[in-house]
């Protein structure tokens, strides 16, 4: 794309933006803080999910030392919901870091962003150029998608190494007065016209420009090899209530997979899984199955599948539990942070 091309290309799409962008709360301010969080949440999750955490989230961590100094199990629970919660861990280790190595102020270059937990070169793109107004390249799957039609490049975006050839072709095109209003306007139109199928070609106002609309090809593009396919895990979930009417909840540990997030009691069931898991691992007794069919439904995460079958069991307690595992109030289990799958569970309890 010559010189001339480049100025109108950058010229439509940011006027573009201006009069048709999406509002957002995360556009009504500069503070990059702020812009940490909402970038921090769209990861991987759809834009009208993320609104009312969003808002709920900076009603109760308006400030960055409100939220690095926050209970994790507070921090969770305001996540609930959400997903991915290494995120949320990696958000608050990252705004401490900021609070007490960098008296509260987010870096307003790469160099330092970069070094902050839970911030890649995406996320400090679109800090930098939307909230300090700089010109750097904020690569995502909506941006790749839009530029492989446009610049009619064929390189397997599932590739990690791909990225640097969108990253160099970001930094050509991105309107330098105006970064981040040119970053997000990619990610608006990846999002709003330039959608994975069935593209709105009559409605982008950089068709003229766009080298996969002039071919004819734009449902060819991106280029992307097919994902590996998901492990599946079984598992058997015991939601087990003594005679006071209190059900049995473990935390989970504190590192993989939903770290430090509460669940009901899960067995695995493999070949060599035994009858009696549940209530050797508990020490526990099944008096009586109240539901045999109580619950089964799957989860699916970005690299498994969860199969639950669930049973609602009556059961005394023999002897000690496990340290992580208690029988608490339903009450009292609603105010800890849950997955979604067990949420699923909780929800049709009394």
Known sequence: MNYQ????????????????????????????????????????????????????????????????????????????????????????????????????????????????????????????????????HAVDGNVMRVLSRVLHIEEDIALPKTRKVFEEAVDMLIDKDYPGDFNQAI????????????????????????????????????????????????????????????????????EGLLANMWQFPMIEMTKETTKDAFEKQYNVQIENYLNNDFMKFKHIFSHLTWEMECYLVQVQQLNQLPANAHFLPIGKIRELPMSVPMLKILNILN
């Open 187 to 254: 990610m608006d139109l990846g999002a709003m016209i330039c959608t994975p199928t069935s593209p709105k070609c009559l409605l982008c106002p950089v068709r003229d420009y766009c080298i996969a609309f002039q071919e004819g090809d734009t449902e060819q593009l991106p280029i992307k090899s097919k994902k590996i396919k998901t492990k599946k895990v079984i598992y058997n979930i015991y939601v087990a209530v003594d005679k006071q009417g209190n059900y049995l909840i473990e935390k989970r540990p504190n």
């Open 5 to 136: 091309y480049k100025n109108e290309f950058r010229h439509h799409l940011v006027d573009w933006f201006n009069r048709e962008k999406r509002d957002l709360p995360w556009r009504r301010t500069s503070d990059p803080y702020k812009i940490w969080v909402s970038e921090i949440m769209l990861q991987q999750t759809r834009v009208d999910t993320v609104i009312p955490y969003y808002n709920r989230f900076l009603e109760k961590y308006p400030t960055m030392q409100s939220l690095a100094y926050a209970p994790q199990e507070e921090l969770l629970k305001m996540w609930e919901g959400l997903g991915y919660y290494s995120r949320a861990r990696n958000l608050q280790a990252g705004v401490k870091e900021v609070v007490e190595k960098y008296n509260a102020v987010v870096p307003d270059n790469r160099h330092d962003l970069s070094k902050l937990k839970g911030i890649g070169p995406y996320t400090a793109g679109a800090i930098l150029s939307i909230a300090y107004n700089k010109p750097e």
